[in-house]
């Protein structure tokens, strides 16, 4: 069974950056092609960043300003989020694509 474990989120002020990693545990994750969702208050959830061996794709809503990277050596895949806007305020997973299981997630809240 595929697990995940994300961290890194919390408060910060619109204009500013988290990282946010994310631990997989089980299967093979080198050969997962993998995502960071994020869901907002009283929104759908929604695909953000995806990254496997070809292009790296982004939300229209976050090209430019997110970028999704991975380690398979550490089975760990991050989101490094920068110019952050209070619309970014969100639950933000990682799963592979399609999804398994969901993970807790990790806050992240843009406010000032």
């Known amino acids: 069974q595929v697990q995940f474990v994300e961290s890194g989120g919390g408060l910060v002020q619109p204009g500013g950056a988290l990282r946010l990693s994310c631990v997989v545990s089980?299967?093979?994750?080198?050969?997962?092609?993998m995502g960071w969702y994020r869901q907002a208050p009283g929104k759908q959830r929604e695909l953000v960043a995806t990254i496997w061996f070809g292009p790296i794709m982004y939300a229209d809503s976050v090209k430019g300003r997110f970028a999704i990277s991975r380690d398979n050596a550490k089975k760990t895949v991050y989101l490094q989020m920068s110019s952050l806007l209070p619309d970014d305020t969100a639950v933000y997973y990682c799963n592979t694509l399609p999804w398994r299981d969901w993970g807790q997630g990790t806050q992240v809240t843009v406010s000032s």
């Open positions: 089980g299967g093979i994750f080198s050969s997962y092609t």
